[in-house]
């Protein structure tokens, strides 16, 4: 009996625990959802002030303060969509095929680095990686001619090859370097097992260490595809024709420091520009999200 | 000999295509740009040697070389941080328990989404005016503001607020990282009571380690090299009076606005070596508050 | 250092052996040449449209255009010159002219003059100023001068009515303050020239002295730069001048000047700019010169703006010398020109342009003409260097303005820095 009333007693005070942590737990939500709106808010400022001004009269993005147009003006986008020697449509075409090439060769290439640094044990690993890092820290803007000169003996101005064969050569070692402490993070006890099973090394780079690394091979495709969609510098010494530009290139087609410029229609044409980018990001991240269910494999 | 082929030749097989970009291409510019650094070159006439001339006149004569690096230094020292531990809180907050984290996610990520472009410096310039949006926000709670980016002692600091806004992509590589904590290890904590605070210290930090230490490392080195916000938000010069003067955006001048490719080629190896030491240091000491899963090295 | 050499460290050790596997395409087939520029939205379509015209009319050329705005512009240039891959034929500017000739960039184009480029009923002045000591480097693809452009109501409102071409400073200073008290401060007078060389330049020149002397000394004196830049503290003190937070900052866009922002009655430019000035402004615009000196020389001057220089990696140089001449000469290819990039420097094309000008253009040519007779005779070639001296004159004027420095202190400094830089570029 007295056991039972204890049992009871016990009860109760577990359900008012439970009633007191929910509460405080939906409090606690409460707050961090005001607190996330209201950072929201400072972050999107700016991309408000972007848009109104894609709408704006070309005499006041300069001039005034307020977000609100004085009138509203599609023609920025009917028009700058058509306001180059080229159509927009042409960009989006060179841009989704540089850019597709560029992301699936990051991938592919970088994993392969980081894995042979991360989980294989060879003569010269400190060196190279050494090396690795090396090239993430000088200054682009210097190797820009030797490089210009190299892609030139090669034959390969004007053409898109500068800009994506390099990328099947794990050239950005950012990458290379974010798979490494990812890949580093998985247990050992894996591909032990493995080995012992004899599998080989692709086997297990293929059917382990990936499947195991979808959040950082996530955020690897969605830096390396925004990086690449709005890179501008290669593209600029390495395009020449017109026909061959991709989006950024246009969109600095625009503006002309000395004589007319054409803000209203640069400024419609970047909000396009983000937009394949920010659909992009919306479902990758679903890869980033999906490394709950991995972790809890271990 | 067939030994050492056997326990190598799979590695060099996966670094096969690094290996190839970097000794083929990589490596022959990197090589031309420091024997560049030992010669006069306007990029038009041949390059013409002048042994260590570039070095000395850096360190004895440029006085705008100790501004840039001084510039450099103070935005690396305050902008490196600030952004880390933004973009580590905020990852906190969005991993866990809400179901519209997507959503805020994909906001949080849209100003690194805009970037260095030309709308960024327009907006920048307006938002930090004398009359801008930031002085209306604070005159409501009675502080007068100064004209912030137009003023050489406080400009380098709308940088680095720009820089704080922009977290988006450490952010990102925080929330991944977060990802692969087991939850199991936070439940076990929760039910012995471990605060909040502890659970912070005893879990999360170290199991994010490897992933705090790739952001540190890797922002770093970009603050070093940071370019674009610099030269876009001073049209290039570095202005006002030198205070936006980051190290390469003077580089760039000096080579591609000044004809200057030898000196400029001189400056990156300085700041190569400059970078190359911190991350060395960072490498160095990782051994102490690094530690991977189960790795023996 | 020899060519081979050169090649064989810059060309990069890895490339060697992989270009041994991919020869060289003939890039070039017999007649074709590349055109580079910088440009606008507007300037891109009248250049591909006259391309167009050119290659329907010379079956078997073909005419590639590149083009890229101007702040990516000169990067490209010099990694292409650096590539020996420049285009055969590209935009200059009076800017850079020096810089690419004293390198060895360009070729002269005299030899083809009165041959196949016609260029004999030319105005004199205006094409002399694509020569670099005696040779004829850049052909004048349009003129153009310094230009105070103000707001024409502001100016009614406040009723100043002096002579816009003969005016001097102190006409000048009364004005800002008229418009000043009219509109209750809300409007400044004008922009703040403090930190604008070429304007300053204006001044030096009315003051009997050029910027750089013959042998690339500077001689403009300390005491120039701390007239002009009192001039300014005055006219800043007065409170009848561009706010001196909007005053640093440095080549902003057209748009963020004081007359298309609405905030000045008066802001510099280049007389080819009005167009695009007027595209963005509320109210109507007009044309003055920079004021005079009572007893001064004439400061101003006119410039070619932009020109076509033929490189030195130029290959097919008869071709490339054809599409020039057409440039200036053809009737159908310099009617789809028009003034947009300047008043043309042949007085056939001129007139036949006349009838069909806009509002905006009319005005172009007409300051045109009026200032003709003010004007002064073209400065010798600046050397090379001058472009990081534009830089030093903003960066310490810019300590000036900000009150950071004495006027005489930083003029002194100037002069020493000016001469500094000059002498290293050497």
């Known amino acids: 009996m007295e056991v039972s009333v204890e049992m009871e007693e016990a009860a109760k005070i577990a359900h008012e625990m439970r009633l007191r942590r929910d509460k405080r737990a939906r409090n606690g939500r409460i707050l961090k959802h005001i607190f996330l709106i209201g950072v929201s808010c400072v972050m999107l400022y700016p991309l408000f002030w972007l848009l109104a001004s894609s709408f704006k009269p070309e005499n006041e993005i300069f001039g005034s303060l307020t977000l609100w147009p004085s009138e509203f003006r599609f023609d920025n986008y009917t028009e700058g969509w058509n306001a180059l020697p080229q159509s927009f449509t042409l960009f989006y075409v060179n841009s989704a095929i540089v850019t597709a090439l560029s992301v699936i060769g990051n991938l592919i290439s970088c994993s392969f680095a980081a894995y042979a640094f991360a989980r294989l044990s060879f003569t010269g690993r400190r060196f190279l990686f050494a090396l690795m890092m090396m090239t993430l820290m000088i200054p682009y803007h210097v190797v820009l001619i030797p490089q210009y000169v190299q892609f030139l003996r090669l034959g390969w101005v004007d053409t898109y090859l500068p800009l994506v064969v390099p990328r099947f050569l794990a050239s950005d070692a950012f ?76 969109l600095r087609l625009f503006l002309d420091q000395e004589g007319k410029s054409a803000y209203g229609q640069m400024f419609a044409m970047s909000v396009l520009s983000l937009v394949p980018v920010v659909i992009f990001f919306v479902l990758f991240q679903k890869l980033i999200v999906r490394g709950i269910a991995t972790s809890g494999m271990k | 000999m067939k030994r050492f082929f056997a326990r190598n030749a799979p590695a060099y097989v996966f670094l096969l295509p690094w290996l190839v970009g970097f ?50 230094f103070t935005y690396v020292v305050l902008a490196v941080p600030a952004r880390l531990i933004v973009a580590l809180g905020v990852a906190m907050l969005l991993d866990r328990g809400l179901r519209t984290i997507g959503l805020y996610r994909a906001i949080f990520y849209l100003p690194s989404l805009l970037g260095a472009s030309i709308a960024i410096a327009i907006l920048w310039r307006q938002l930090f005016a004398e009359d801008g949006v930031v002085n ?38 925080f929330l991944a990282g977060l990802r692969g904590i087991p939850r199991d290890l936070y439940e076990a904590a929760e039910i012995d009571g471990t605060p909040r605070w502890r659970q912070f210290t005893r879990i999360t930090l170290p199991l994010l380690a490897p992933v705090i230490f790739f952001n540190l490392v890797l922002q770093t080195i970009e603050a070093f090299k940071t370019f674009s916000s610099a030269f876009i938000i001073s049209n290039g010069t570095g202005a006002p009076a030198d205070s936006l003067l980051f190290y390469t955006v003077y580089l760039f001048n000096e080579a591609f606005k000044f004809f200057r490719m030898g000196y400029a080629s001189a400056l990156a190896w300085v700041l190569l070596v400059i970078i190359a030491i911190f991350t060395a240091i960072a490498f160095f000491t990782s051994k102490y508050w690094v530690h991977y899963e189960n790795e023996r090295d | 250092m020899t060519k081979l050499r050169r090649r064989a460290l810059l060309g990069a050790i890895g490339a060697a052996t992989a270009a041994a596997a991919f020869p060289m395409p003939v890039i070039a087939a017999d007649r074709s ?45 010099a990694t292409q010159t650096a590539g020996r891959n420049m285009a055969d034929l590209v935009q200059m500017d009076y800017r850079f002219l020096f810089e690419y000739v004293h390198r060895g960039a360009l070729k002269p184009l005299d030899e083809f003059a009165g041959k196949n480029l016609m260029i004999a009923d030319f105005d004199q002045g205006p094409l002399d100023g694509g020569k670099v000591d005696g040779k004829l480097y850049a052909l004048n693809i349009g003129s153009n001068s310094q230009v105070m452009v103000h707001n024409t109501r502001a100016f009614q409102e406040a009723s100043v009515d002096v002579d816009l071409i003969n005016w001097t400073w102190d006409d000048f200073s009364k004005a800002c303050e008229a418009i000043t008290s009219k509109s209750g401060g ?37 005491k120039d730069v701390s007239g002009w830049w009192q001039f300014w503290a005055d006219l800043r003190k007065a409170d009848v001048v561009r706010d001196k937070n909007k005053t640093v900052i440095l080549d902003p866009p057209i748009a963020e000047s004081g007359v298309p922002v609405g905030d000045t009655a008066m802001s510099h430019f280049w007389s080819n700019q009005l167009v695009g000035i007027q595209a963005v402004s509320k109210d109507k615009i007009g044309a003055a010169m920079i004021p005079h000196k009572p007893g001064g020389k004439p400061g101003q001057f006119i410039k070619p703006s932009m020109f076509l220089s033929l490189t030195r990696d ?63 005779p073209l400065p010798l070639p600046a050397p090379k260097g001058a472009g990081e001296v534009r830089d030093a004159f903003m960066r310490t004027g810019t300590d000036v303005v900000l009150g950071k420095m004495e006027v005489a202190e930083a003029a002194g400094m100037f002069i020493q820095d000016a001469q500094d830089i000059v002498d290293r570029a050497q």
């Not at chain 1, 032990?192 to 260490?209: H, L, Q, V």
């Not at chain 2, 291409?25 to 090589?31: D, K, Q, V």
Request: with cysteine; proline share 6%.
């Open chain 1, 175 to 250: 990458f290379i370097f974010l798979m490494v402490q990812f890949f580093r993070q998985l247990p050992r006890e894996l591909d032990e097992a493995a080995m012992i099973d004899g599998c080989s090394p692709f086997k297990i780079y293929r059917a382990i260490i990936l499947p195991l690394s979808l959040p950082a091979m996530g955020t690897a495709a969605i830096f390396s595809l925004i990086w690449v969609w709005e890179d501008f510098l290669a593209p600029l010494i390495y395009l020449n024709d017109i026909k061959s530009y991709t989006v950024p290139l246009a």
């Open chain 2, 23 to 72: 000794f083929l291409l990589a490596l022959g510019p990197i090589l031309a740009s420091l024997y560049l650094s030992f010669t006069r070159y306007d990029m038009v006439s041949d390059p013409r040697w002048i042994g260590l001339g570039n070095y000395e006149y850096m360190f004895t004569r440029d006085r705008r070389f100790w501004k840039a690096l001084d510039v450099t």
């Open chain 2, 136 to 173: 209306q926000v604070l005159a409501l709670v009675g502080i007068q503001g100064a004209a912030w980016i137009t003023d050489p002692d406080t400009s380098l600091y709308t940088l680095v607020i720009l820089a704080m806004w922009q977290f988006g992509s450490p952010m990102l590589i």
């Open chain 3, 33 to 77: 040449i590349r055109h580079y520029w910088w440009g606008n939205p507007e300037r891109d379509k009248r250049t591909f449209a006259v391309i167009d015209t050119f290659q329907k009319k010379n079956p078997g050329i073909e005419v590639s255009g590149e083009t890229i705005g101007w702040g990516d512009y000169w990067t490209k240039m």
């Open chain 3, 186 to 222: 809300k409007m400044k007078g004008s922009d703040d020239l403090s930190l604008m060389i070429e304007a300053f330049e204006a001044w030096v020149r009315q003051n009997g002295r050029e910027f750089y002397g013959p042998d690339g000394k500077v001689t403009a004196t300390a």
């Open chain 3, 314 to 376: 130029a290959k097919d140089t008869e071709t490339a010398i054809a599409y020039m001449n057409a440039w200036v000469n053809d009737p159908e290819i310099t009617s789809i020109l028009g003034l947009e990039r300047g008043i043309p420097c042949s007085p056939k094309v001129r007139a036949a342009l006349a009838p069909k000008l806009t509002e905006v253009e009319k005005l172009s040519v007409d300051y045109f003409d009026a200032i003709q007779s003010k004007v002064g």
